[in-house]
């Protein structure tokens, strides 16, 4: 894009967006990015700024959900609550095994699990 004097620059939004990227989520200064597209620096400090901007609002007032959407978020929500108790049952199994070999191995005076780097003898 070559910088015309006295005109002003059309950028597409798209292009505007990603000029404000360039200088927001890089280490380059708006002067490098403002080269590079071929614009000013300050140019590139305000698109910046109104990029900013404009996501804030965007974060900070969602969009509703339409019907769909809600009941897969229902979904999903019943889905993580469903994997959360496995998990819970799958934790209290396991410290159910470990206390079982615990006990076993105190009875008997034997080790049951298995030593780590322990070699299997050759037959």
Do not use: H
Not at 11 to 32: C, F, N, P, R
Not at 84 to 92: D, H, R, Y
């Amino acid at each position: 894009m070559k910088k015309t004097p006295g005109r002003p620059v059309k950028i597409s939004y798209a292009l505007k967006a990603e000029i404000a990227k360039a200088y927001l989520e890089t280490d380059q200064t708006s002067t490098e990015v403002g080269k590079k597209y071929g614009i000013s620096d300050n140019y590139v400090r305000i698109l910046s700024r109104r990029y900013k901007a404009a996501n804030e609002v965007n974060l900070k007032t969602p969009k509703p959900l339409s019907e769909s959407e809600q009941q897969e978020a229902e979904a999903l929500q019943k889905r993580i609550k469903e994997l959360e108790e496995k998990l819970e049952f799958a934790k209290l199994k396991l410290e159910a095994t470990e206390t079982m070999i615990d006990v076993a191995e105190e009875m008997f005076n034997i080790d049951i699990r298995k030593k780590r780097g322990s070699r299997q003898q050759k037959k």
